[in-house]
């Protein structure tokens, strides 16, 4: 019985362990619409980050335009610059415009040659 129950605990603590792993987060921030067909969030304070859809719905990112502020679920967001996450679901939360971008965040970018529609 003894041999059971420290089964049983060590298989609860297996699947909760194996849980957090797989855990996602929330981010909010501003969309950024590349020219390239590329889709960034740009959060409060931040650095952008590019986002790639890691579901099947094609048209996860299809309504988003620059500015708009967005909140994603993601995955860990890789270290580099700009970041790159994958990203399982896209919510628009107002409409926006390429005002709503910090100028610091689009003179970086265009330096290392990303362009950007700016209507």
Not at 25 to 39: E, I
Not at 57 to 81: A, M, V
């Amino acid at each position: 019985m003894k041999t059971v129950l420290s089964v049983f605990i060590a298989l609860a603590c297996l699947s909760l362990l194996l849980y957090g792993c797989d855990s996602k987060s929330t981010m909010t921030g501003r969309c950024l619409v590349a020219t390239n067909g590329k889709y960034l969030i740009v959060a409060d304070n931040s650095d952008p980050i590019v986002m790639s859809n890691q579901t099947n719905n094609t048209s996860l990112f299809e309504s988003l335009h620059t500015g708009d502020k967005i909140r994603i679920t993601h995955d860990d967001i890789l270290l580099s610059y700009p970041g790159h996450t994958g990203v399982y679901s896209c919510k628009v939360l107002e409409n926006g415009s390429i005002e709503d971008i910090p100028e610091n965040t689009l003179a970086s970018l265009t330096e290392m040659n990303w362009t950007f529609d700016l209507v």
